[in-house]
């Protein structure tokens, strides 16, 4: 079925040179240009759109607020939100909003990339199943307005570590479980750590807010009885975000792609905390099939719910406002060889961390890992050499 994008942007800009480029690449794909909100939702009124990206440099949040009106009257839109860059709170307005950010300036061959990436998977649209599964959860963690006020002073050039510190230790929950993880053999910093600014310091920005994520998670729910050992969980979770940050680093990625691995590491099974806090009784029969029947946990979910653990944590991740390329890692760390791209990314470093961390708790010989998806990527054989590093990292 042929696609149709609406882009909004004022004229003035020079998008219509970058719609005839992106046009001339994608002549199946049928392309409206509107300047400004009001016809855009005259568009939207008229006819189904598949994507929506508008400038969020705008005027008066025009942007933003055309985001949410997109959001209301078209659910299954993909939105973008592109953008200079200049106002970061502008950006973080938009958490939740917009699935995906573009750079200005944006060449066409970016925005095909990241339309394709979009049509072809389609993972951060929830199934009608996933919906169905989070509409009748009363708990759903919202990112912690903590974090908000972390990412302004992490960007800003005059916070200090101690301010940093000050903002993360006003949730004393949340600051229990950084300073547990940090202080975890899963870091090795070899030496204590004691209060959130030594913390930053130590784990640098994006794992620091990585974990703050992680940490409010866990702290929100109470999940006595309903069948999920959390502190288990909690250090698996640590344990793939540092695998897959070493995977990433012997592949020698770049630094944003190991900082998104780490996250995407950290989160990677938080869907398990969705469905088991506010599913308790159906949660503890999926645990019951895995151990009476010896399947896979996301296997028995999907008998018991219709929808697993990455499908429901990568829709949180969606609402969060996190980056595509984190929610892949999420939604598809179990598929991997669904992934569109045949390239190295923060999901094929959590998806063999997480086989490596699962083989080395569970003393298996062999790493469970999806060999035609690393192998299609050319990397399989380097599959025993990154376990072998991951194994030094426990034991230095």
Not at 206 to 218: D, E, F, K, N, R
Not at 236 to 245: D, E, K, N, Q
Not at 260 to 278: C, F, P, R, Y
Not at 332 to 344: A, C
């Amino acid at each position: 079925m042929k696609k149709k994008i609406l882009y909004v942007e004022p004229f003035e800009s020079g998008a219509g040179k970058l719609l005839f480029e992106l046009m001339e690449l994608e002549p199946e794909w049928e392309l409206i240009h509107v300047p400004n909100s009001l016809l855009a939702l005259a568009s939207l009124r008229d006819d189904g759109v598949d994507a929506v990206i508008a400038d969020m440099d705008m005027p008066d949040s025009i942007g933003i607020k055309l985001l949410d009106q997109v959001m209301a009257a078209r659910p299954r839109a993909i939105r973008f939100a592109l953008s200079a860059m200049k106002d970061m709170n502008v950006l973080l307005r938009c958490l939740g909003t917009a699935h995906q950010y573009l750079v200005k300036p944006c060449d066409a061959e970016t925005v095909r990339a990241a339309l394709r990436r979009a049509f072809a998977m389609e993972l951060w649209l929830p199934s009608e199943k996933v919906v169905r599964i989070l509409t009748a959860s009363p708990q759903i963690p919202s990112p912690p307005r903590l974090y908000f006020q972390a990412v302004r002073a992490l960007r800003s050039d005059t916070s200090s570590l101690d301010d940093i510190g000050k903002i993360i230790s006003m949730d004393p929950a949340m600051t229990a479980r950084m300073l547990q993880a940090v202080n975890s053999p899963m870091f090795g910093l070899g030496k204590s750590v004691v209060n959130p600014a030594e913390a930053v310091f130590h784990l640098g920005a994006q794992a620091t807010l990585s974990l703050m994520l992680v940490a409010h998670t866990y702290s929100y729910f109470d999940m006595a009885n309903v069948g999920l050992n959390m502190e288990e969980l909690w250090r698996h979770s640590l344990a793939t975000a540092r695998f897959a940050v070493k995977i990433a680093e012997s592949e020698v990625c770049p630094r944003s792609l190991c900082d998104e691995a780490s996250t995407s590491g950290m989160l990677h099974d938080i869907g398990k905390l969705v469905l088991a806090a506010n599913h308790g009784d159906r949660y503890r029969k999926a645990f019951e099939l895995t151990r009476i029947s010896g399947c896979a946990s996301w296997e028995a979910e999907q008998d018991v719910f219709g929808v697993n653990h990455a499908e429901v944590g990568a829709c949180l991740s969606v609402i969060w406002g996190l980056p595509a390329s984190i929610v892949e890692a999420i939604a598809l760390h179990h598929h991997p060889v669904l992934m569109v791209n045949d390239h190295f990314s923060p999901l094929a470093a959590v998806h063999a961390a997480n086989a490596i961390e699962h083989a080395e708790s569970e003393r298996k010989e062999q790493v469970e890992a999806d060999a035609g998806f690393l192998g299609r990527l050319g990397v399989y054989d380097r599959l025993e050499q990154w376990r072998t590093e991951c194994r030094e990292l426990e034991n230095p």
